[in-house]
């Protein structure tokens, strides 16, 4: 219930996770999670709150946060990983997805799950070359 509204919430899953796993192994995996959590604590601001919340799963709550700067962060998560490829002459590839709170009204657990949605739906139209 913030009185800090705007507030938003961007849901990021590392691409390909499993497969590395399968194919090179956990310590791979694990080494490609630590790059992915760096791009994004890197593309964020410094009051923004970023956590893991599963296997290869991120949350970042954007406090005084409307849509558009939701998008900006999204789009430096997305050069940043392009740029990290790059560097690594390997595909780093993370899907995203944002949902913004502007009333006290809407549930933050609503927005959550919005944000999750669109992550999903980014993450299914690269499935050709994940």
């Known amino acids: 219930k ?3 509204l705007p507030i938003s919430i961007i849901v ?3 691409d ?3 497969i590395i796993n399968d194919n090179y192994g956990h310590k791979k995996g694990d080494k490609y999670l630590k790059i992915v959590a760096k791009i994004i604590e890197k593309s964020v601001r410094e009051d923004d709150i970023v956590a ?3 296997g290869d799963e991120f949350a970042v709550l954007l406090p005084k946060a409307d849509k558009q700067v939701a998008l900006e962060i999204e789009d430096r998560i997305l050069n940043k990983s ?3 490829s790059k560097k690594l002459k390997e595909t780093i590839s993370i899907s ?5 709170k502007n009333k006290n009204v809407e549930s933050l657990e ?5 944000a999750d949605k669109r992550m999903y739906k980014d993450k299914e139209s690269k499935k050709d070359w994940i």
Request: overall charge positive.
């Open 2 to 4: 913030s009185r800090d």
């Open 12 to 14: 990021a899953d590392m």
């Open 16 to 18: 390909g996770l499993k």
């Open 52 to 54: 893991r919340i599963g």
């Open 82 to 84: 392009k740029e990290k």
């Open 96 to 100: 995203t997805g944002s949902a913004t």
């Open 110 to 114: 609503k927005i959550f799950k919005i």
